[in-house]
């Protein structure tokens, strides 16, 4: 029951996080009333279900590693009425879907952790129809993410921040993402740079247990220590407006 609970929290908070980002993520997606639909790293399945919602003749179908996060999904869908969103356990690197099965793929920072970018964008590819759409959001450089650095550097000076940290910024040089998406067979790739905060909590406690849950920051600090350093770097100013800056790029790419 507590993991439960802590997934539940998990996944109220990182919507909430995130509220400003889907927004705009809602938006580019422009999902059509008859649309087919892939959420890739779907989670407790927010954008999977704003996807069914604005596809009541198609429908929505959200993909995960975390079988704890799917359930939510699956219980969230039923609850709001929305037998169009189905929910499935799956690796879109290897996953074996069945040629242009889907009119829209979409993914909220989901795409940026395959172990190979290449075989995974070729493998999406094959999943969307021909003239489809492959809509997704990734964060932009580290250097301009302060949930990236200035936390962590007030966390811990000397880290550069963990693995986790560093592959979701793979996708962060608009190049390379372009040269992953011609090579696995879209065109008309596009790019828009987004800037909008995140909140991470109501005060200096609440935003510290946040971060190391996120980001799996190693608890190298006692608590009371890490926030005094996070104060003394003038940082409570940050967490008492509950917000830090983030920037991120909304991809769009036709098949």
């Known amino acids: 029951m507590m993991a439960e609970e802590a997934a539940l929290n998990f996944a109220d908070f990182y919507d909430a996080e995130l509220a400003l980002h889907n ?3 809602r938006v580019a997606a422009a999902v059509g009333r008859s649309d ?4 890739i790293g779907c989670g407790a399945g927010q954008t999977t279900r704003d996807a069914a919602r604005a596809a009541e003749a198609g429908r929505a179908h959200g993909i995960d590693l975390s079988v704890t996060m799917l359930e939510i999904a699956r219980r969230r869908s039923a609850e709001e009425g929305l037998p169009n969103a189905t929910f499935e356990v799956a690796d879109a690197q290897n996953y074996h879907f069945a040629k242009g099965e889907f ?3 979409i993914s909220r920072f989901g795409v940026m952790f395959f172990a190979d970018p290449a075989v995974a964008f070729a ?3 094959n999943a969307v129809r021909p003239g489809g759409r492959f809509i997704f959001m990734v964060w932009q450089d580290r250097d301009r993410n302060e949930w990236a650095t200035a936390i962590h550097e007030a966390l811990d000076p000397d880290s550069t921040g963990p693995v986790a940290a560093s592959k979701a910024f793979s996708l962060s040089e608009p190049s390379v993402t372009s040269g992953l998406l011609e090579t696995a067979g879209f ?3 596009e790019f828009r740079e987004i800037n909008e ?3 991470y909590g109501p005060d200096p406690e609440t935003a510290l247990a946040t971060i190391q849950t996120f980001e799996n920051v190693k608890n190298a600090l006692d608590r009371s220590v890490a926030t005094a ?3 003394a770097r003038g940082c409570s100013t940050c967490w008492r407006r509950t917000r830090h800056p983030t920037e991120f790029n909304s991809i769009r ?3």
């Open 103 to 105: 009119d829209l793929c």
């Open 187 to 189: 065109a008309t790739i």
């Open 253 to 255: 790419a036709h098949g």
């Open 197 to 199: 905060p995140v909140f």
């Open 123 to 125: 493998n999406i590819a």
């Open 36 to 39: 087919r639909v892939l959420d």
């Open 23 to 25: 927004a705009h993520f």
């Open 229 to 231: 350093e996070i104060r």
